[in-house]
C-alpha cells in the first residue's frame, strides 16, 4: 500500500503562484512514477504533469508547459507541483497519484486539494 497526502492548495489571483506538494508513504520503493492530474467542475479529470520515482523523466500537459514544474525531494518523499503564471482555467481540485512498476494505471491516489484562481 501506498499513502498520498496533497497540501498547498488556496485561492489566488491570475497571474500568482502556488506549490502543491504529495507526500508519500507506506511501499514507495513499489513506485514507478507520481503524476499529478486535475478536474475541473463538469469536467473530466485530466493528466497536468509526471515525473519517475526515481527522478529523470518529466512530462507535461500542453496547457500547463512553462508554467508549472513537478519536481521531487527523496529525502522527504515527497512530489511538488510548482505552479507559477496561474490562470482561471486553472481552477480545479488537483490530486497527485502513483503508478506501480508494472501496471500502466494509476492505483493510489491522494485526497485532492483545490486551487482557485481568481480573474
Known amino acids: 500500500q501506498v499513502q498520498l497526502v496533497e497540501s498547498g492548495g488556496g485561492l489566488v489571483q491570475a497571474g500568482g503562484s502556488l506549490r502543491l506538494s504529495c507526500a508519500a508513504s507506506?511501499?514507495?520503493?513499489?513506485?514507478?512514477?507520481m503524476g499529478w492530474f486535475r478536474q475541473a467542475p463538469g469536467k473530466e479529470r485530466e493528466f497536468v504533469a509526471r515525473?519517475?520515482?526515481?527522478?529523470?523523466?518529466?512530462s507535461y500537459a500542453d496547457s500547463v508547459k512553462g508554467r508549472f514544474t513537478i519536481s521531487k525531494d527523496n529525502a522527504k518523499n515527497t512530489v511538488y507541483l510548482e505552479m507559477n503564471s496561474l490562470k482561471p482555467e486553472d481552477t480545479a481540485i488537483y490530486y497527485c497519484?502513483?503508478?506501480?512498476?508494472?501496471?500502466?494505471?494509476?492505483?493510489?491516489w491522494g485526497q485532492g486539494t483545490q486551487v482557485t484562481v481568481s480573474s
Open positions: 507506506g511501499r514507495t520503493f513499489s513506485i514507478y512514477d
Open positions: 515525473i519517475r520515482w526515481s527522478g529523470g523523466t518529466l
Open positions: 497519484a502513483a503508478r506501480l512498476f508494472g501496471p500502466v494505471e494509476y492505483v493510489y
